[in-house]
């Protein structure tokens, strides 16, 4: 059965950081990039960032450079997002997924096609 659980969502203040893990089972993790992305209420879901398995090699949407930094351990399949200075606009439900091969980026931006995704985790960043 293929899972992606994402964790570590929570609430924290403006400023503030969290690291969000997404556990990945049932499928060869090395044959895929893992990528997040999030959706606030009302809101398109947009595309955070993604690492390519096989290489290591990551992407991230312009906006999200400089705050957010993706990472993975592959002897655990799984892949980490740790965000700081949070913002207020950074609140959304944060999902993880499997994407195909390698990573979809274009002009500055994470298009995450999400063969497989997670449940996603809360964040919610307050003012």
């Given at each position: 059965?293929?899972?992606?659980?994402?964790?570590?969502?929570?609430?924290?203040?403006?400023?503030?950081?969290?690291?969000?893990?997404?556990?990945?089972?049932?499928?060869?993790?090395d044959?895929?990039?893992?990528?997040w992305?999030?959706?606030?209420?009302?809101?398109?879901?947009?595309?955070?960032?993604?690492?390519?398995?096989?290489?290591?090699?990551?992407?991230?949407?312009?906006?999200?450079?400089?705050?957010?930094?993706?990472?993975?351990d592959?002897?655990?399949?799984?892949?980490?997002?740790?965000?700081?200075?949070?913002?207020?606009?950074?609140?959304?439900?944060?999902?993880?997924?499997?994407?195909?091969?390698?990573?979809?980026?274009?002009?500055?931006?994470?298009?995450?096609?999400?063969?497989?995704w997670?449940?996603?985790?809360?964040?919610?960043v307050?003012?």
């Amino acid at each position: 059965e293929v899972q992606l659980v994402e964790s570590g969502g929570g609430l924290v203040q403006a400023g503030g950081s969290l690291r969000l893990s997404c556990a990945a089972s049932g499928f060869t993790f090395d044959d895929y990039a893992i990528g997040w992305f999030r959706q606030a209420p009302g809101k398109e879901r947009e595309g955070v960032s993604c690492i390519t398995i096989s290489d290591g090699s990551t992407v991230y949407t312009d906006s999200m450079k400089g705050r957010f930094t993706i990472s993975s351990d592959n002897a655990k399949n799984t892949v980490y997002l740790q965000m700081t200075n949070l913002k207020p606009e950074d609140t959304a439900v944060y999902y993880c997924a499997a994407d195909p091969d390698e990573c979809t980026y274009y002009n500055g931006t994470y298009f995450p096609l999400g063969v497989y995704w997670g449940q996603g985790t809360q964040v919610t960043v307050s003012s």
